[in-house]
């Protein structure tokens, strides 16, 4: 069997017309008067803000799948008292119900079916239970720039500084 190089013999290098991709990078360095800052940035995202992001989508899970400890004064009552006791014990903490992020100055009604412990399917709150929050006195953020925490409505503590802060001058021989 006779076997045709398509080629002639020419090498892939050749074929591909010798690009030549040079020894390094060809972005230079990075200044240490910028790297510095970056680093320290970064450092405090992971270690400082990180933490807190993942201890809030920790309890938003628990919200959302009805296992958050704050859900369990909830059980069993119908979604009438349900309104009513979380409504009582806002009013008496002085606790604003959750602001609608996309809609300012509405109630986030999903959001706080979920603070009532209601199953995520049926996260939609009625007419007439939206009828008795709006009624109640209870406040709830009117501007888009008001933002109601989950740490205020769910009473979890958070925030605290878990590592100390990086020193940039520490930083300068990386």
């Not at 069997?1 to 892939?12: A, H, I, K, N």
């Not at 995520?120 to 933002?147: F, Y």
Request: one cysteine or more; a positive charge.
């Amino acid at each position: 069997m006779s076997v045709v190089e398509p080629w002639q013999g020419r090498s892939p290098g050749e074929l591909a017309e010798d690009i030549q991709t040079g020894h390094g990078n060809k972005t230079a360095r990075i200044a240490v008067d910028t790297m510095i800052p970056l680093l320290d940035w970064a450092l405090r995202i992971v270690e400082d803000i990180g933490p807190d992001i993942r201890d809030a989508w920790q309890e938003f899970r628990r919200l959302h799948a009805g296992t958050h400890p704050g859900q369990a004064r909830f059980a069993g009552l119908p979604r009438t008292e349900r309104m009513n006791l979380f409504l009582r014990d806002a009013h008496r903490t002085g606790v604003a119900l959750p602001g609608d992020p996309e809609n300012p100055g509405a109630i986030d009604y999903k959001y706080l079916a979920c603070l009532l412990g209601l199953p995520a399917p049926s996260n939609s709150i009625g007419l007439g239970l939206r009828s008795i929050a709006e009624a109640s006195g209870v406040r709830w953020p009117r501007t888009s720039s008001s933002v109601v925490s989950l740490v205020r409505l769910t009473g979890a503590r958070g925030g605290t500084n878990r590592s100390p802060r990086p020193n940039s001058r520490n930083l300068s021989g990386w």
